[in-house]
């Protein structure tokens, strides 16, 4: 989400180096690799609502083999875990869309979030993959447990973070025909495809109806060249039969209680008071007590970890609760992806948002990270765009007005604030980036004909 969230490639998360328990796997590459796969599967544990599955194993060190995956690379920060990444798979519609979950971090501070790939099986019988993750045994395993050949692999945005597993995860499933959303690029250098081992990939056009899918899947385009010092670049898909919408970063929704793929491990390396609470707490004093494993410990660890994912430099994390109330258990756009992308080019969102919502009718959201599936409509969608109201006007509104949309508009205004405090850090580095001309300045007042 962060090279996503910026189009100027600014860290998002981070995790620490968990020391590795087994020797390099030599079917690793420079770009991310993992072990050859073993076999059995189990239920992991039963929640209300979807079942979670992982692989099972007879020993800690087996679990830990199958969870195998080597990767450093990332700039300025490597993505995280370094050596192992649980997968865990959960069912989001009955026997027709799954969604699997890695941890994600970057660099060798103590934030993670979780990174979603959605699968869905096509009438054929062949799987469409969404945004990759790590091919590690474990996820391998998990995908072919499903009992259908991958047909088709889908990159849906430009972000590193995403990019960095197609390669890899293609090599896993060599016929299938890998597809990439358009003016893909990168940061510092701009790599070709190649370099990160996508090879003969197609490209995703807006609301092409040739694609092999389309009877079953429909694609919306958001590209926008003006951003900053690359487009921001996403592609929205939209299931017809489960009437779903994914996203990968447009959209997210933050659970109270942490992702079960974020590890313990990182919860509590979040919760100790290192020097970024110390830095972050309002001028209190900050108590150098021992991080003591409990579920209050651990909730703390992920209050802090969505404050600095979603504001960088949030006002207070020694008491993160009360910010963090205010940005969970609500469909949003996130701060960073609002403030340094989406209020740049308001106009092309709009569009975007508006023919998303005019012509499919969801019911459910799967976005690539935090809370999934959302059940959220056309409403609340728009609804967590409603900041664009303001930096438009009312010229620009191209719907009719009516109960809805004014029900709609007042719903936005919720969704839409953050607490000032926590957006100072923000807003400083937004000027930052404009003096510089790294991002543009943001665009308010009516669309320019």
Request: proline share 8%.
């Amino acid at each position: 989400m962060a090279a996503a969230a910026m189009a100027v490639h600014l860290p998002k998360h981070s995790s620490f180096l968990p020391k590795p328990k087994h020797p390099l796997d030599p079917n690793s590459n420079f770009l991310g690799g993992s072990s050859k796969f073993g076999r059995s599967m189990s239920l992991n544990r039963k929640t209300k609502g979807p079942v979670m599955v992982s692989a099972a194993s007879t020993s800690k060190t087996d679990d830990r083999s199958k969870q195998f995956y080597i990767n450093f690379t990332g700039f300025p920060f490597p993505l995280g875990p370094f050596l192992n990444r649980r997968t865990i798979r959960t069912e989001a519609v009955k026997g027709s869309i799954w969604m699997f979950e890695q941890e994600q971090a970057l660099g060798f501070s103590s934030v993670s979030t979780n990174i979603r790939m959605t699968v869905i099986k096509l009438k054929s019988g062949g799987l469409w993959v969404h945004a990759p993750i790590a091919p590690t045994k474990e996820c391998i395993q998990l995908i072919e447990e499903l009992g259908a050949p991958v047909e088709y692999i889908v990159l849906p945005t430009f972000a590193y973070e995403h990019k960095i597993f197609v390669g890899p995860f293609s090599r896993k499933f060599p016929k299938a025909q890998v597809w990439v959303a358009p003016r893909q690029w990168s940061w510092p250098l701009n790599l070709p495809l190649e370099f990160f081992g996508i090879f003969r990939a197609k490209t995703i056009k807006d609301g092409d109806l040739s694609t092999p899918w389309a009877d079953e899947i429909e694609q919306k385009v958001l590209t926008s060249p003006e951003v900053g010092i690359g487009p921001y670049v996403e592609v929205a898909f939209y299931h017809k039969r489960s009437r779903t919408l994914l996203v990968t970063d447009a959209v997210i929704f933050v659970p109270r209680k942490p992702p079960s793929s974020i590890s313990s491990e990182s919860l509590l390396a979040s919760a100790k008071n290192g020097l970024a609470v110390k830095i972050l707490s309002k001028g209190k004093q900050v108590p150098n007590d021992p991080v003591v494993d409990t579920p209050n410990t651990r909730q703390k660890g992920w209050e802090r970890m969505v404050l600095q994912i979603l504001f960088l430099g949030p006002s207070n994390l020694l008491e993160p609760n009360a910010s963090f109330a205010q940005m969970s258990q609500k469909l949003i756009v996130s701060p960073i992806v609002k403030t340094l992308v989406f209020s740049k080019v308001p106009e092309k969102v709009r569009d975007w948002i508006d023919e998303i919502a005019s012509d499919w009718r969801f019911k459910r959201i799967i976005p690539a990270h935090f809370e999934a599936p959302v059940n959220a409509g056309r409403s609340e969608f728009l609804a967590a765009f409603g900041f664009l109201d303001d930096l438009l006007g009312e010229r620009y509104v191209n719907r009719p007005p009516s109960l809805s949309i004014l029900f709609t508009s007042l719903m936005g205004k919720a969704a839409s604030y953050f607490p000032p405090d926590d957006m100072r850090t923000l807003s400083s580095l937004d000027q930052f980036l404009v003096s510089v001309g790294a991002v543009k300045k943001t665009v308010s007042g009516r669309k320019r004909r």
